[in-house]
Nanobody, 128 residues
């Protein structure tokens, strides 16, 4: 497992942007699928985005839930063991605690059970 630490959350007005970072320690990030999930008060944790490792070479595929497509972008820099979530055009409904999660290898499904390591979460609040 890897130890994950998120940062970059905060308060932003509707239409604004934030960039979340997830930094791993413990071992190299390159062979991991890394995902972002979020949980709003009273709701279940939901998938937001993932950078899925192909399992063969240093090739990753990005996945997004429909509600963030075109607004959020996931990227990674394996040299510094960090995955980013660039969030643009933020809406009030994006308000939640955002969690970074990592699963070893090319996971088959972007569900929480596939990710063995989790960060502590960072709060994102979108409000005027």
């Amino acid at each position: 497992q890897v130890h994950l630490v998120e940062s970059g959350g905060g308060l932003v007005q509707p239409g604004g942007s934030l960039r979340l970072s997830c930094t791993a320690s413990g071992r190299s990030f390159s062979g991991y699928t890394v995902g972002w999930f979020r949980q709003a008060p009273g709701k279940e944790r939901e998938f937001v985005a993932a950078s899925r490792w192909s399992g063969i070479t240093i090739y990753y595929t990005a996945y997004y839930t429909d509600s963030v497509k075109g607004r959020f972008t996931i990227s990674r820099d394996n040299a510094v063991n960090t995955v980013y979530l660039q969030m643009n055009s933020l809406k009030a409904e994006d308000t939640a605690v955002y969690y970074c999660a990592a699963g070893l290898g090319p996971i088959t499904s972007v569900v929480p059970a596939e990710f063995a390591s989790w960060g502590q979460g960072t709060q994102v609040t979108v409000s005027s």
